[in-house]
């Protein structure tokens, strides 16, 4: 079966801090990594792909240990805007064929 | 930006009528999902479809559902004999190659009454 398991939070975050979240899968096949975030009642959207060589995107920072099977995210200077659901999201061996497997999420919310 | 569209945003129907989910994908893309989210639950996979056949299925996607692409643009989801659990969010999605992101559609939400 497979599962990707995340904190639920809410993580309560000051306006300008740095957050971290992490998630664990449980397909070691898996071979492709996704951040997605979702607001209330809307689609997932893709924040960023994680590469096993890590990668940033502005504020925004993917690791992935494959050994360990776990992602994180990295979020710096936080936003108002920030505040929404963080999806960890794992695809498995079979390529475009594979569906996703979704965590259950991270929500964040951003204080002023 | 080209995007997914699914249409209608949200449908009530009465326990055991059937509805049609319908999705455009993005035009050029070649792999086509549906997924479902109950509400405060995950996303979960229902159906990935690929050269006009089903890739892949989920264990939640059982006699009752079925998929088709009528034509080159339309995907859609049928689901038989609704039940107050097919009560969720619907949504579509699809992507260019095969380890490359997903682009999800707006969703339509379902209300089994």
């Known amino acids: 079966r497979k599962e990707v398991e995340q904190d639920p939070g809410p993580f309560n975050v000051p306006e300008g801090a740095t957050v971290a979240f992490n998630c664990t899968y449980s397909n070691s096949a898996s071979q492709s990594f996704f951040w997605y975030r979702q607001d209330c009642r809307k689609e997932p959207k893709l924040l960023m792909s994680?590469?096993?060589s890590g990668n940033e995107d502005g504020r925004f920072t993917a690791q992935l240990n494959r050994a360990s099977q776990y992602i994180s995210l990295l979020i710096r200077d936080s936003k108002l805007s920030d505040s929404a659901t963080y999806l960890c999201v794992v695809r498995g061996s079979g390529g475009g064929a594979d569906g996703l497997t979704f965590g259950k999420g991270t929500h964040l919310i951003i204080q002023p | 930006e080209p995007e997914v569209t699914q249409t209608p945003s949200h449908q009530v129907t009465q326990m055991g009528q059937e509805v049609i989910l319908r999705c455009v994908p993005i035009?050029?893309?070649?792999?086509f999902y549906w997924y479902r989210q109950i509400l405060g639950q995950k996303v979960e996979f229902l159906v990935s479809f690929y050269n006009n056949e089903i890739s892949e299925k989920s264990e939640i996607f059982d006699d009752q559902f079925s998929v088709e692409r009528p034509d080159g643009s339309n995907f859609t989801l049928k689901i038989r004999s609704t039940k107050l659990e097919d009560s969720a969010m619907y949504f579509c999605a699809s992507s260019s190659e095969g380890d490359t992101e997903a682009f999800f559609g707006q969703g339509t939400r379902l209300t089994v009454v």
């Open positions: 035009s050029n893309h070649l792999y």
């Open positions: 994680v590469y096993s």
